[in-house]
């Protein structure tokens, strides 16, 4: 098992949709996430970040992370075609400085 | 502020041979961090620097290995070159304090042949 999971899609989102990515990850130490977008051909652009447990929002973009469940969720509101992009997600654990591990990746397509 | 760059950005080498890529890190940041990215398995963390010395390896064969200058930039060497090897090649750096969010450069697509 790997030990960040994600659906690798693609997920097909509506215009003005809300795009909904799942991740869940393996064990519950003390770990951060991160959410990048890539679009083909390019390197991973930072979106957002979340450590505590709850929400956090910024611009259409909202992160979720639930430590009982072990799993973190990101939602695109408002999707636009340029939101179509392979979306990864991202743990840091306390214990590893540098070290991020990837999911697979989510591809989400948007349709105009 | 300029972000992480890397070079080249294209290189194509031949089975055998080895190759140094380069990547200097956004001003001010002191951390460094390598990962090789392939359509089969994906980001995987190659190794970590900071204040010229490695502080992390993944799980690469001896033939990865990299070093960080005192002005923070970055070289990884690849020795040996296998078919395998062909990959984008990322950059990462970040910045100090309690922030663990790392930026990453163009990359630099290494084909071997």
């Known amino acids: 098992q790997k030990e960040v999971e994600q659906n690798s899609g693609p997920l097909s989102v509506p215009e003005g949709a809300i795009a909904s990515l799942n991740c869940t990850y393996s064990?519950?130490?003390?770990?951060?996430f991160f959410w990048y977008r890539q679009y083909s051909g390019k390197s991973p652009e930072l979106i957002m970040f979340?450590?505590?447990?709850g929400d956090k929002e910024d611009g259409r973009f909202t992160a979720q992370l639930n430590k009982a469940s072990q799993y973190v969720s990101l939602l695109i509101r408002d999707s636009q075609p340029s939101d179509s992009a392979t979306y990864l997600c991202?743990?840091?654990?306390?214990?590893?400085?540098?070290?991020?591990?990837f999911g697979a990746g989510t591809q989400v397509v948007v349709t105009p | 502020k300029a972000g992480v760059t890397q070079t080249p950005r294209y290189l194509i080498k031949t089975r055998g041979q080895q190759v140094t890529l380069s990547c200097s890190p956004i001003?001010?940041?002191?951390?460094v961090s390598w990962y090789q990215q392939t359509p089969g398995q994906g980001l995987q963390f190659l190794f970590e620097?900071?204040?010229?010395?490695?502080?992390n390896k993944g799980n690469f064969p001896g033939r990865f290995s990299g070093r960080q200058f005192s002005n923070s930039r970055s070289e990884m060497n690849v020795s040996t070159l296998e078919l395998g090897d062909s990959a984008l090649y990322l950059c990462?750096?970040?910045?100090?304090?309690?922030?663990?969010?790392?930026?990453f450069g163009p990359g630099t697509r290494l084909t071997v042949t």
């Open positions: 990462a750096s970040r910045p100090q304090g309690s922030s663990y969010e790392q930026y």
């Open positions: 064990d519950r130490g003390s770990q951060s």
């Open positions: 979340i450590y505590s447990n």
């Open positions: 991202v743990r840091l654990r306390a214990d590893s400085w540098g070290k991020l591990q």
């Open positions: 001003s001010g940041h002191r951390s």
């Open positions: 620097y900071f204040s010229e010395t490695q502080r």
